[in-house]
């Protein structure tokens, strides 16, 4: 799990986007709801760059499934 410094996460927005909204941290990722980027987070470092981005569909968990049995 990446860690970061919450007075960086504040000032972090998404470059992606004309009006800068926040990013949201979810876990190695920073999430940009607006545009449904994900930013990886690498050495607890924010990667914002659009070369790097990835889809938010990609990196959400898939929907549990039912336990296989036997
Ligand atoms: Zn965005």
Redesign the pocket.
């Known amino acids: 799990m990446a860690t970061l410094n919450p007075q960086l996460l504040a000032i972090l927005a ?4 004309d009006d ?2 926040p ?1 949201e941290w979810c876990g190695a990722y920073l999430v ?6 994900a930013y990886p987070i690498r050495d607890d470092i924010p990667v914002l760059l659009v070369e790097e981005v990835m889809p938010l569909e990609q990196i959400e968990p898939p929907p549990p499934s039912e336990p296989a049995q036997g």
């Open positions: 998404c470059p992606a986007c800068r909204p990013l940009c709801h607006q545009c449904r980027r």
